[in-house]
């Protein structure tokens, strides 16, 4: 079946750093990749849709400056958090579309812890 | 609509029971419902779908029910076994929109108790 994978798969790092979290499609090309985040003993959001050779798309509230989002070929997508803060702390999962969008492929996650 | 608290709603059951997780959806142009098992610290694992066309479909052990007129989802596990034990979410979809997009329920953790 179709894999994708995330690294890193948890993260600490300093306020005021940035961190860059990378999604990889292992065995298939995904034109559009999303970007959800997930605080503890809640659901997942969608914070942005990322379309390969374009900008992404983010949902309402969520900061682009901050959350710096590139989709350069059909297999990666990263996701890079801009001067962290600890609030910023969070479990981030990247999903990829094999196909149509009925097919889509969710990644491990990575846990972001900053300090 | 689907409201994020920091209190998950909770099922407990014995092994080998039936377990019956619902779902309550918000947007009634949604046509296409999911829902996914989500281990701790792992990303979401797709379980079974529904079109709005149906209002049953049945799977491995799992059966999912749609019940269009009330807005809800119902996912039913047979037997329950140890390895069921995550929280589940449903995900609803409005195809006909331009610009498709997941939107979860709030989830359910389920304990199975051996």
């Known amino acids: 079946g179709a894999v994708v994978s995330q690294h890193p798969s948890w993260v600490i790092c300093k306020s005021g750093t940035s961190v860059k979290i990378e999604c990889r499609s292992l065995?298939?090309?995904?034109?559009?990749m999303f970007w959800y985040r997930q605080f503890p003993k809640q659901s997942l959001m969608l914070m942005a849709t990322?379309?390969?050779?374009?900008?992404?798309?983010?949902e309402q509230g969520v900061e682009k400056d901050k959350f710096l989002i590139n989709h350069a070929s059909l297999t990666l997508s990263t996701l890079t958090v801009t001067s962290a803060h600890p609030e910023d702390s969070s479990f981030y999962i990247c999903s990829a579309i094999a196909g149509s969008f009925y097919e889509q492929y969710f990644g491990p996650g990575t846990r972001l812890t900053v300090t | 609509g689907e409201s994020v608290g920091l209190h998950l709603p909770t099922l407990s059951v014995q092994e080998g029971d039936n377990s019956i997780i619902n779902c309550a959806y918000s947007n009634s142009a949604s046509d296409y419902f999911i829902w996914y098992k989500q281990e701790s610290g792992k990303g979401p694992q797709f379980i079974i779908d529904?079109?709005?066309?149906?209002d049953k479909r049945q799977g491995q052990r799992v059966t999912v029910l749609l019940n269009k007129t009330v807005k809800h989802l119902s996912l039913q596990i047979a037997a329950t076994q140890p390895g069921d034990s995550a929280v589940y979410f449903c995900?609803?979809?409005?195809?006909?929109?331009?610009?498709?997009?997941?939107?979860f329920g709030k989830g359910t953790l389920l304990t199975v108790n051996p």
């Open positions: 065995d298939f090309q995904a034109t559009t």
């Open positions: 529904i079109r709005s066309n149906m």
């Open positions: 990322s379309n390969e050779g374009s900008k992404a798309t983010y």
């Open positions: 995900a609803e979809v409005e195809s006909g929109g331009s610009n498709y997009k997941l939107t």
